[in-house]
């Protein structure tokens, strides 16, 4: 087995938002991590110790008691090769399904099996981000009502919230997120967000509906490598032109969602965001 990069307790706090003590009842009570010794006999950790320790966070938030988080945590190994993994299409059917009948433990089992085979960035950009579009689609074609699509972005929001518990910790460039006064949708940020965590950035989440006068507040405070605006309206961004332009004055900003356009992007002088969440992450340098 090919060695694998390893740190100690305190990075890996960092990157995860528990602290040291936390992480070392976790281990005695729960075997949840398993470190490596260095010559000096300091406690070294994996990428699958943090992924384990995010597992059990992700429970710990829908509420599972420790010792059933732990477990849930353990048990979730990764799809071996070779291993059958069920494929987009076939979850993005049973979710359907789910939603249909306002099923949540049916439409989160599916949420689970989506993530366990798959890392999170995949599980996005396969599943979740073209699962939001279509719901969105059908809703405005008439063919659901709004007590699926509510019923959808609340149960995938719900998951989503989980996933970003401890987002902010670490030592990565920060990135500041908010929806444009107004914008209510907030998922894709919240993936994008996800996205851009699993390539080591942190998150400062404002989510919907920000006053700009706050953002600016908050890039003040923050400093972050980058300000990332959202909406699915043009127009949203155009009543809030004066603003950012002022937070161009201090910030790196960029704009992205279904209102954000490349004429509109250079007349605010921003950057644009064109692409889906996941590739537009992979692709952001601090």
Not at 45 to 52: K, Q
Not at 105 to 117: I, K, N, S
Not at 148 to 156: K, L, M, Q, R
Not at 186 to 206: K, P, Q, S, T, V
Request: glycine letters at 10%; charged letters at 25%.
């Amino acid at each position: 087995m090919v060695d694998q990069p390893r740190v100690r307790i305190g990075e890996l706090s960092r990157r995860v938002g528990v602290s040291p003590q936390l992480l070392r009842a976790w281990e005695a009570r729960y075997s949840l991590l398993a470190p490596a010794r260095s010559a000096g006999g300091l406690r070294l950790y994996s990428a699958e110790d943090e992924r384990r320790v995010r597992l059990m966070l992700e429970q710990l938030a829908q509420g599972a008691p420790a010792a059933e988080a732990a477990r849930v945590a353990l048990a979730r190994e990764r799809t071996p090769a070779g291993g059958h993994m069920a494929d987009a299409q076939e979850l993005a059917r049973e979710l359907e399904a789910g939603v249909a009948v306002l099923d949540e433990p049916r439409t989160q089992a599916v949420l689970d099996r989506a993530l366990e085979g798959r890392p999170l960035a995949q599980a996005l950009g396969d599943l979740i981000l073209p699962f939001l579009r279509h719901i969105g689609e059908s809703w405005a074609a008439g063919e659901i009502g709004v007590a699926h699509e509510h019923f959808a972005s609340n149960a995938i929001g719900a998951r989503l919230r989980a996933l970003a518990r401890g987002w902010g910790a670490g030592v990565g460039p920060r990135a500041l997120l908010a929806c444009q006064p107004g914008e209510r949708h907030d998922l894709g940020l919240l993936c994008f967000g996800l996205a851009l965590r699993e390539r080591g950035w942190r998150i400062a989440y404002l989510g919907a509906d920000t006053p700009l006068a706050d953002v600016i507040g908050a890039a003040r405070e923050l400093s972050p490598a980058i300000v990332v605006l959202a909406a699915v309206e043009r127009e949203r961004f155009r009543r809030s032109a004066a603003q950012i332009k002022a937070l161009r004055k201090q910030a790196r900003v960029a704009i992205g969602g279904a209102g954000a356009t490349p004429p509109l992007a250079a007349q605010l002088g921003v950057e644009l965001l064109a692409g889906d969440a996941v590739s537009e992450a992979a692709a952001l340098v601090p």
